[in-house]
């Protein structure tokens, strides 16, 4: 899927957030990762898209992304 694709299909999943796994690929065959920002902000949703990366983890349930040494009792 291109940032196009990506963003109607969180749209008319109607997404609060979207997590894009793999966004850092893109950029290995020339699409930019950024670009994802620019077309959300012409749908309703997602609401908030959170790059992963590598040693970050994330909760469903819970906004933000953290790196795995920063997480709070886990």
């Given at each position: 899927?291109?940032?196009n694709q990506v963003t109607e299909?969180?749209?008319r999943l109607e997404l609060s957030r979207l997590v894009p796994s793999?966004?850092?690929m893109w950029q290995g065959v020339g699409a930019d990762p950024k670009v994802l920002h620019e077309h959300a902000v012409s749908h309703v949703h997602p609401?908030?898209?959170e790059p992963?990366?590598?040693?970050c983890s994330f909760?469903?349930?819970e906004p933000?992304?953290?790196r795995i040494g920063a997480l709070?009792?886990?």
């Amino acid at each position: 899927m291109d940032e196009n694709q990506v963003t109607e299909a969180a749209d008319r999943l109607e997404l609060s957030r979207l997590v894009p796994s793999h966004h850092d690929m893109w950029q290995g065959v020339g699409a930019d990762p950024k670009v994802l920002h620019e077309h959300a902000v012409s749908h309703v949703h997602p609401r908030g898209i959170e790059p992963p990366h590598v040693d970050c983890s994330f909760r469903l349930s819970e906004p933000g992304i953290r790196r795995i040494g920063a997480l709070d009792g886990d």
